[in-house]
């Protein structure tokens, strides 16, 4: 089988962490995001990977070197000279896409989920459409564009952009598989699969969906990043408790890399990853963090709703919270407060940041 990960432009969403590295190599759960989906696809079955990138691809094709031997899976990249939105990369990457008549699958590069790729195949196969979607039910669907199935089927009858009255709770979760045929009704040019493509096949009765079990979130800003990384952890609790880190200084699910020394009478979780190398104070206070590699959290600091980036420092007493992200290399001072601070690569900080801004 084949798969293609829509990996887009410049992860503005995610700065300052995207400043540094493009934002599927951004560690999530201490692995880079695309390899949590790339190692998913590879069990699956997936013998074929197309990344559609159109920011950095020299960066992301030096990475994933080492990955196609790891994971036996031919990468490929397919590279935009201008942006094609969400369905425009399949038109450009027909050559691989549309080889045989395997479906394909189609996934955000953004989404964590327990990724139920067989699941999909299978159901997508005994339907016989064209496509089929992955959906997930929210508890606010007028804030998204929700997706309406015909009466007592899985056929998607139409979709409706965040809706005023309640029409449906199931939302696009951006993971898809489509039969090759679906290339024919896409050009190589800015095209959205959800305005254009989905509305067409849907209107032939062609496109089904499939809900999506256990969790899922669009990591691709920090608020959600952080989020994720809490739904990640309890699903992790479930299917691999070991590998989570016990012991008093432990609360709640917390992921701790082999490499990272922690100090004493910490109180660390719940919903914490703390990266290689990082070095974490005594008496420090982490919750809904994450602490990624190379990071030092001196002591008695207090970090809550934060992402430490990269060989980063925070102060001793230093206190963190409101979904405050420090760049690469960033230095918060001793008892310095930051509030949704938002800290660009290579700064220091040594004011308090009451309201949240961005420190460049």
């Not at 503005?12 to 190599?25: A, N, Q, S």
């Not at 989020?227 to 709640?252: C, E, N, Q, V």
Request: charged content about 20%; overall charge negative.
């Amino acid at each position: 089988m084949k798969a293609i990960i829509l990996v887009g432009g410049f992860g503005t969403r995610l700065r300052p962490l995207t400043l540094t590295v493009p934002k599927p190599l951004v560690e999530f759960a201490n692995r880079p995001m695309i390899l949590h989906q790339i190692q998913a696809l590879v069990k699956a079955g997936v013998t074929e990977i197309v990344l559609a990138v159109n920011y950095r691809p020299e960066v992301m094709a030096t990475f994933m070197q080492k990955y196609e031997e790891e994971f036996k899976v031919r990468i490929t990249f397919s590279i935009e000279n201008e942006p094609l939105d969400t369905a425009g990369p399949l038109a450009l990457a027909k050559h691989v896409l549309g080889k045989d008549d395997s479906p394909f699958f189609v996934l955000n590069s953004d989404v964590t989920c327990e990724f139920p790729f067989e699941e999909l195949a299978a159901f997508h196969k005994s339907h016989g459409g064209e496509g089929t979607i992955l959906v997930t039910r929210v508890d606010e669907p007028s804030k998204y564009g929700v997706v309406v199935n015909q009466p007592n089927s899985t056929c998607i009858e139409r979709f409706v952009e965040k809706p005023k009255e309640f029409v449906s709770n199931k939302i696009n979760a951006g993971i898809y598989i489509f039969n090759p045929s679906v290339l024919d009704r896409i050009e190589p040019v800015p095209t959205s699969m959800e305005k254009v493509v989905f509305p067409a096949i849907a209107k032939e009765n062609k496109l089904h969906a499939m809900e999506l079990p256990g969790f899922w979130m669009d990591v691709g800003q920090p608020r959600d990043y952080l989020t994720g990384t809490g739904l990640f952890l309890h699903s992790i609790a479930k299917r691999d408790p070991t590998s989570l880190a016990t012991g008093p200084s432990f609360t709640g699910h917390v992921l701790v890399h082999p490499t990272a020394k922690i100090g004493e009478n910490c109180k660390i979780g719940p919903n914490v990853v703390i990266g290689p190398n990082c070095v974490i104070g005594d008496g420090v206070r982490l919750s809904r963090t994450v602490i990624l590699e190379g990071a030092q959290v001196k002591d008695h600091a207090w970090v809550q709703s934060t992402i430490v980036g990269w060989h980063s420092t925070v102060g001793r007493w230093a206190r963190l919270e409101g979904t405050s992200v420090l760049g690469d290399d960033v230095h918060i001072a001793d008892e310095v407060y930051i509030n949704g601070g938002c800290v660009l690569p290579h700064k220091s900080v040594s004011a308090n940041i009451t309201e949240p801004s961005i420190i460049m």
